[in-house]
């Protein structure tokens, strides 16, 4: 049987990224990632390749190019990204 496109199947944990569930990224609430930082989202890890403008939480929204090979650009508010640990 074929599913539909259903939102009942989403969780809310698969909507936020934490820094507890993914060790060696931090949370960046300082500042917002610059063009080409390595950060994790929803979507999985990524490069930011282009920071546009503001959502509705007052961050930016930021445009990642996700390291699986043939993803399409995914957008993710910077509130919503993890930074790579130094």
């Known amino acids: 049987m074929a599913m539909g496109n259903s939102t009942k199947r989403i969780r809310d944990d698969d909507l936020f ?11 960046q609430s300082d500042h917002t990632p610059k063009v080409g930082d390595e950060v994790y989202c929803t979507g999985g890890e990524g490069i930011v390749a282009a920071v546009l403008g503001k ?5 930016r929204l930021l445009e990642i190019r996700l390291s699986s090979e043939g993803a399409r650009p995914f957008f993710a508010a910077a509130s919503n990204v993890l930074v790579a640990a130094a």
């Not at 990224?17 to 931090?26: E, F, I």
């Open 17 to 27: 990224v934490s820094a507890d569930k993914h060790p060696g990224w931090v949370a």
């Open 55 to 59: 959502t509705s939480d007052g961050s």
